[in-house]
């Protein structure tokens, strides 16, 4: 039986738990969006769970995204919420450690840098790379390179992991990185990401070696990088390496705040740490995503292929021409494929922002069944759900289900649940309306001021890397397996292990 102590009625209602600081960490932690849809049949789209100390109001549903996602930044603050991780981490000056106007003007740098001119130089770059790693690197070459067609094995997390480095540092990070990814930029990298997990959001100052380890860790990559920038400055580097031109320090080098300031070493520094992380997990978990999706559905990975030879077959039908990005848009099944990957496995299921002022929550969403509003405190969190959005019955057919061809039938009803299986509510999201709006149930980018800038860097990338496989390798899961479950104990959503994947070379 439940104890039911009197509440401010104006507060959102809260989830019962029993321990008092801890509060629901554990549910949440191990699998939020069960979590999160259990809270919803009992209290509704708008409930506030504690989490370690912090009360988090999570809200749900278009109007749920649309209330933490279009706030006003005074009112609900990214920085706020996601600082002190992200500080020690990216280092001192840019994203969440300046005023929100900089990092307005910073994210327009790095859009300027994800021009359609360096996206063209990099579908090959991308290519190179990834039929490079599976030629040399020890999980694929020995299988790779014989021409007896017999079945290897890869572990999807490892292997992709090390590929979105590589083909990341090749293209956006520049040369210069690429050639010096060795042993101590890998512990230094690891190192930094060993700052960047759920402990950090929950415990920030805790006495920990691995903090230690990240600080020293991100003094080093700010002087590895400012080294790159003067070498540049300096022309050590050759400038007829055309490669150099098309990455993303050349580009923010050029660039200059409103008031005419350009930016220092040390914050151009910061902004590659701050996209190398950003890029890194994100990239990798989908790419891994991706790979164990097609390896279990025969159906759609033979589709792809149907779709490479279809449109890059060389004239004498024996190879395949590199992909130029204006073709990507011509690519449904390869979009698709992205795309739905990026609908039930958003890598980040949580976001957050902190309540910088009363907010009243609009009675469309939710109110309590008196007169008047809810109303969430200063000093709480929000919280919207991506994950959720992308897997809500009330939204989707068959919402668990991994489906590409539904992005390519299309219409009202391909991912819309048709009416009748909506509870009550009536919301018709044809794919007209998957828009990138704040109360679009499709956002694994994020939505509002704060959204993604790297989702066209990540298309291309994730394009020309899983068309690189496909052309290559046939893939299949071990006997028995299926993809396996998700692991929210990282900081984006990754396969449990194992995941391993066993592969061979096409004909
Ligand atoms: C922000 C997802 C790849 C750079 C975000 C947000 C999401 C997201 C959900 C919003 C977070 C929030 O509102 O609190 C993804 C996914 C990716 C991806 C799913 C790949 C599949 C990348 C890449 C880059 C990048 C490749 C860099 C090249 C950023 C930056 C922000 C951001 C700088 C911060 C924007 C801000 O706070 O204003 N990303 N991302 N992302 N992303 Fe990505």
Known sequence: RQLVL?????LPPEVFHILPII???IQYGDDPINFFFKCRERYGDVFTFTLIGRKVTVALGPKGNDMILGGKPNVVSAEEAYTHV???VFGKGVVF???NDALMQQKKFIKFGLSTENFRAYMGMIEDETYQFLSTDSAFAATFNTPNRDWGSFNAV??????TILTASRTLQGSEVRSRLDKTFAQRYNDLDGGFKPINFLFPSLPLPSYRRRDKAQQEMSKFYQDIIQRRRDRVTNPEDEEVGHDMLATLAEQKYRDGRPLS???TAHMMIALLMAGQHTSSATSSWILLHIADNVEVQQGLYAEQVKHFSTPDGKGFQTMEYESLKNLPLL???VRETLRVHPPIHSIMRKVMQDLPVPSSLAAPSESGAFVIPKGYFVLASPAVAGTDPRVWENPAEWDPYRWIRGGSGAGAASKDELSGEKVDYGFGMMSKGTESPYQPFGAGRHRCIGESFAYVQLGSIIATIVRNLELRLPAGKTVPP??????VVMPKSPCDIEFRRRE
Not at 486 to 491: R, V, W
């Open 97 to 99: 450690d300046c005023s």
């Open 23 to 25: 509060g629901s960490a």
């Open 158 to 163: 490892k292997s992709l992991a090390e590929l």
């Open 265 to 267: 070493d040390e914050e």
């Open 6 to 10: 009197p509440r401010d009625k104006s």
């Open 335 to 337: 979009d698709a494929v």
């Open 486 to 491: 998700q692991n929210y104990h990282t900081m």
């Open 86 to 88: 992200t500080t020690p």
